[in-house]
């Protein structure tokens, strides 16, 4: 009877222990950073999932560490970043965090064409230089180390533009509330008045054919890591020449030569991702309310964009992406009624067209695979070039093959110009390769077909500074 007990004794507090050692806890008692010469250290503390005195799990400490780097690289302020978490005693850890910051000033020589994607402009419109705005723009990303971005521009080309923006992330002791302020003048010779079987059709003139400008701010409230509620309200005039308006006298509501409004958007945001410039593990979701007010031309719209990113091994992943967008129209006029090629409704295959109407939904399906990746030399043997170089961040590419689908419907209620893909379901599959990089360098080189049979590779993406 004696050794029965005493087994049972040594056998519950045998399996006691292993959940108390399961359970044990640490205490966050320091966070020291390192490498933020410019970044105030509040800013990098925002990001992270424990602060200096919160009790975490020992088991869980190595995921908390990964979702703190995974914060800091999607503010887009770091190339790199390093966390480690050693114990001070049997109780109390120490976190180090090791960032490596970005380049802040970009004074960038700006050259983009004006049409929807590269491979319109380079197709389409025959690489037209006359379709091309060029200008400088400075870019002070981290202005005064608060994560806040100022942007000037002066553009000219196919649109002569003056540009001025400013977003602080924080404005309180919490860093929940930020603001942003922004300024837009804006004069062109060439105009997008009609919509013919699916493709654009451009008006030119010698004098402006458009001209107006916009003032907005936005307000928003980040209440966690992952959750953003942003309140955007604007007003603006665009102004049409009598060109124009003979060419498409319904391109402005009821037929008018300009259009004065105030507008407010709505929009709630929720971002997880392990890196939001190119997902393979994580979710986000936004839904965005917008209405204009204009005298007897308001228009309405609601958007949902849903992404879901899985991923299946450190070489594969797949990601299922939707996105929504319904318009309530009471004047129909052309300018209100672009609907899919514009935004975030694109589909792949379909980058030479454009479909007008009220509502379209998209839904995409892709899986990735990683070919590699490849890091630049860092020495060149060039005495000049390897003291350039070694002022520059490592650069690595990685090179990832992937198949994709999409499905798409675009609903009109009165559909115009022979439009051969409204009210229809929209097909297309295809192959392509994806390079990433630093400063969040993502270049797409897709091969597409769509059910009309047409057939292309085609060119998206670019650098974020």
Do not use: C
Not at 204 to 230: C, H, M, S, W
Request: glycine letters at 8%.
């Amino acid at each position: 009877m004696y050794k029965f007990v005493a087994s049972i004794l040594f056998t519950s507090l045998f399996f006691i222990g292993i959940q108390f050692k399961a359970n044990a806890q640490y205490r966050i008692a320091q966070i020291d950073i390192e490498g933020n010469a410019k970044t105030k250290a509040y800013i990098i503390l925002r990001e992270l999932p424990y602060h200096v005195g919160s009790v975490v799990i020992k088991d869980s400490l190595i995921f908390l560490n990964t979702l703190a780097k995974e914060q800091l690289i999607n503010t887009s302020l770091f190339n790199d970043v390093n966390i480690t978490s050693s114990p001070i005693d049997s109780g109390d850890v120490k976190i180090k965090i090791i960032v490596s910051e970005r380049w802040y000033f970009f004074p960038l020589p700006y050259f983009r064409w004006v049409d929807r994607n590269f491979s319109e402009w380079w197709n389409e419109q025959h690489h037209s230089l006359d379709r091309v705005n060029y200008g400088i723009n400075l870019r002070q990303s981290n202005a005064t180390g608060n994560n806040d971005r100022l942007t000037l521009g002066l553009i000219t080309g196919y649109t002569h533009q003056a540009v001025a923006r400013y977003q602080f992330p924080y404005l309180d002791k919490k860093l929940r509330f930020g603001m942003g302020l922004g300024w837009q003048y804006f004069t062109q010779k060439e105009l997008n008045t009609s919509t013919n079987l699916d493709k654009q059709i451009f008006t030119k003139t010698i004098a402006d054919i458009q001209n107006g400008y916009r003032v907005n701010a936005n307000f928003f409230y980040r209440p966690n890591l992952f959750e953003r509620f942003t309140v955007q309200v604007g007003y603006g005039n665009a102004t049409i020449s009598d060109s124009a308006l003979l060419v498409q006298p319904n391109y402005f509501p009821n037929h008018n030569k300009s259009l004065t409004y105030g507008d407010i958007g709505i929009n709630f945001s929720k971002t997880k991702f392990d890196y939001n410039a190119y997902p393979t593990q994580g979710n986000s979701t936004d839904i965005g309310i917008f209405q204009r007010f204009s005298a007897g031309t308001n228009l309405s719209s609601f958007s949902l964009r849903s992404v879901y990113a899985h991923r299946l091994n450190r070489n594969n992943f797949y990601i299922i992406e939707s996105s929504s967008l319904a318009k309530l129209v009471p004047n129909q006029n052309y300018l209100d009624s672009r609907l899919m090629g514009y935004g975030s409704m694109q589909m792949n295959g379909f980058e030479y067209y454009v479909i007008d109407g009220n509502a379209g939904s998209i839904a995409k399906a892709e899986w990735h695979h990683l070919l590699g990746s490849y890091s630049l030399p860092t020495k060149s043997g060039f005495a000049i070039t390897d003291k350039l170089v070694k002022h520059l961040p490592d650069i690595k590419y990685h090179f990832w093959l992937k198949a994709f689908t999409n499905l798409g419907y675009a609903y009109s209620e009165h559909p115009v110009n022979y439009s051969k893909l409204s009210n229809t379901l929209l097909r297309s599959a295809g192959l392509g390769l994806d390079i990433i990089s630093i400063y969040d360098l993502v270049i797409k080189i897709d091969y597409s077909m769509n059910q009309l049979g047409d057939k292309g590779v085609y060119l998206h993406g670019g650098i974020n500074f």
